[in-house]
């Protein structure tokens, strides 16, 4: 395998030390051919697949506890085979055509004596030989397929033959030092991270390569889905990469590197961002995570309806242990099903169960039928709502000036990660397409929504139009506008701001320059909406924390611009906004990143007490940070400043209710004070930013919802430290169940990222009636929230005529167990994860993480592989997938182009292949059914 030329020449300069940091085995794989010489690669038998897939003509060991005599260009060996090695192997024989095999011995004797095994039937495997008549069929470990020979008696007499090399596989003599010298340089990869050290002379060349990240690491490297659908958004992302210098390097059967992979991988030192070969094929999420389901919770399984979960259950099928759920139907009728057809379970999210499905009975299948039909008819009514915009075709294209894009980029002092990378690419996709932008841009608080925003706004800017930006607060107004008017400064174009702050001079100059079309930034909240503005060229729109604007708001600017591209920012978008992305009704691109440096937030849920608010206050004083109290009612605000004054100092006080000039100034104050206490309301809930203000306070937090308190909790914590956020319940009075689980949410979600999360809970906890009106909450109640989805989904595809992910069915066993140190209540949502979303990557790092707690039995390595066998059946375009006896049978969608190997067995479009059960057995034909049907 040849490893593209330009990434060649970047890999020739470096000089590589004798250890160093490179978690991505293709990257590996590029550093040993740059070297051009013989190499022995020592991998964990996890990542044996891993490395044969990248290295195609790579050899194996002819004997489990052989070392082999020679190496034509890349040897994988596994630690476990390192362990067992005790002989080396013996010399090939040359059979030269018109000889026999041996002077002494028949071709029977012979192979018998140097370790082949005779079959009544062709060969399938190295080491067997089969006769028929004058010819020997004979499965060598130098050749990848069956070799036929022509004999006369014991004589080799083919003319297609020169001569055939035949491998012992008997031991040879005892292994010396210079045996593993002569087979080239050794590469350790993860050496002792999953199987135990390498035993292997001092005087080899050895280099060592850890599978860990770290800071020193030589390559720092990002791992992302994939991010594009088809080879037309690839080539766009690779001019947006060319931009940056960065190197796209296309993966993939018949492309520049003609090796598979599963994710994208940016190797940030070398420039390089590798991309597996696009597809057009959706691929569904789950909505509801099965994260902390409990025995009793209710769930939907898609082909027999609403149930109970029963727990987990542990089955011995065929002598081996396995897991199934445990599924109560109405009558305490029961079924088992496999951890592999998770996909076929949902999380109940409706009204209250009156009854459960009847196992086997006929009204489930009827109700999913009559909500299908109506779901379709629901989807086109949807879909021309939201997609009345979005079919306007573009009467501008937004031309870029990379010298200048450049230059307003590097004023903003920080890197952007890899996902707001792939977030402007998607935008800066949108804003040269021949359809309007209809976007929303989502990611918690703090994630640089922002500035991907602004480079956008930039480009709108330098074509000489108009950007308006819309934000839901004074407050925050103010802050854009700051920040907005500093990065314009050195580009000549006028920045406003339309809030109540504004004067009136301020406002008729804004009007002027807004109704005469000029080139300018425009910074508002409601006051944007007024009948005095006419944008005579607004080219870009954005909506920052849109939940707080109703459809009416964000309507009245588009309906008197047809032809704007709209961008939507939101940390947790509203119920509404989320479901219509989440069905594919409106684009989504998502931020889950945190900046480089950011720290989780500590959430605290407690009781109110003087004492432990004071007592947070002084910690963060005493560390010269700032804190944010909040309390929610402007009649008593000016009583609890006093208590505060009371006991600290510099104690400043907003709320709603005050003078626009007099918040200005009072939070200008507290952003240029140390040490300083901001008293205030929920007015700072959404997009204030200040680097040091690291724990905030709310008194009273019964009285907010669910995104109201993410979003507050997202204020402190910036930048590298850690952020303390204590939310207190008021003492005496009863906490309503609603309320402690709208809390019991805001606990759970607290890691970095949980925006998304945050909003699909509060989704969950506001019922379906609030999502699509009371009309369609009825479909709901029948069916769930999740499957009413996927198939609302389904239509809007259908109506969409693209292309649908071909869904084989599986009808595999799988093979093993989560390591025993999981809760029940963890299982699920672990195997959830494994079969689901787990990537090839992710499975390996998940081994990383048990082995360190001395987890990964067989048992362990059987459920990892059984996790590959299932995605990499459901990725190929076949129609089912079965085994038994023996036998992988494969229905195919159509006949395969390529050659199948000579002893598969092809009928029609029915498919059968002999193999052992044994998941990796099983999972290398999926693999090189890959590549024959592919």
Known sequence: MKIPKKLERKLKKINFPQSFGSPSPLLLAAIILSKKKKSVLVVPESDLRVFQKIFKQSSRPVKDNCLPLKNKGILILTYREIAKINKKSKKDILWKNGTKIHEKHSIKEYLDLIGYTRKPYKPEAVGEWFMSGDRLYIFTPNENDLIDIELFGETMDDPRHRDIAITPLVEGDDILEEDYAKLGDWWLYRDGEIEGKANLPKD???????????????????????????????????????????????????????????????????????????????????????????????????DHGICKFGGLKTATVSGRKKEFLRLIFDGSDEILVPIMLLTRIQRYIGPPVKKLAKLGGKKWKKKVYETKKETLQFAKDLFKLYNTRKNIKREFVWEKDPELESIFSKNFPHKLTSEQLLALNEIFQDMSSEKIMNRI???????GKTEVALRAAFRVLMNNFQVALLAPTTVLVQQHYRRIKRRLENFDIKCFNLSRIASTKERDEAYSEINNGSCCFIVGTHALLNEKINFKKLGLLIIDEEQRFGVKHKEKITLKNKNIDVLTLSATPIPRTLFTSLVGLKDATTITTPPRGRLPIETIIKKWNENDAIKLIENEIQSNGKVFFLHNKINTIKKRESWLKDRFENVITIHGRLNPKTIEDRMINFTNSKKSILLTTTIIQN????????????????????????????????????????????????????????????????????????????????????????????????????????????????IKQSETKNDPEIAIPFFGMLPGFYEEQEKLSVYSYIFEDANEQDLKNLKTEWYKKNEVTDSVEDLLLSSMIYKTAKSLPIKKASYSDKFLKITLLKKPNKKIPAKWLLENESLKIKVEPDARKILEKLDKLEQVIS
């Open 204 to 302: 080899l060349k050895i280099i060592k390569v850890t599978g860990f990240s770290k800071p020193e690491d030589m390559f720092k490297i990002t791992y992302s889905d994939n991010i594009f659908s088809n080879i037309n958004e690839e080539e766009k992302w690779k001019e947006f990469l060319a931009q940056r210098d960065v190197d796209l390097i296309q993966c993939g059967w018949g492309r520049e590197w003609d090796t598979n992979l599963t994710s994208h991988e940016y190797w940030e030192d070398l420039k390089v961002w590798v991309s597996p070969k696009p597809s057009n094929q959706e691929v569904k999420k789950r909505i509801f995570s099965l994260d902390n389901l409990k025995t009793g919770d209710h769930l939907v399984h898609k």
């Open 441 to 447: 841009l989502a990611g918690d608080v703090g994630y």
């Open 687 to 798: 997009g204030v930013d200040f680097d040091n203000a690291n724990t905030i306070i709310v008194e009273d937090a019964t009285r907010l919802g669910l995104a109201q308190l993410h979003q507050l909790r997202g204020r402190i914590g910036r930048r590298d430290k850690k952020g303390t956020a204590c939310f207190f319940t008021p003492v005496g009075s009863p906490t309503s169940k609603k309320v402690e689980e709208r809390l019991k949410k805001l606990a759970q979600y607290s890691d970095l990222g949980a925006g998304f999360s945050i909003a699909k809970a509060d989704l969950e906890l506001r019922g379906a009636g609030e999502v699509l009106g009371t009309n369609q909450s009825g479909h709901i109640w029948q069916l769930g929230l999740e499957l009413f989805a996927e198939m609302l989904h389904e239509s809007v595809i259908n």
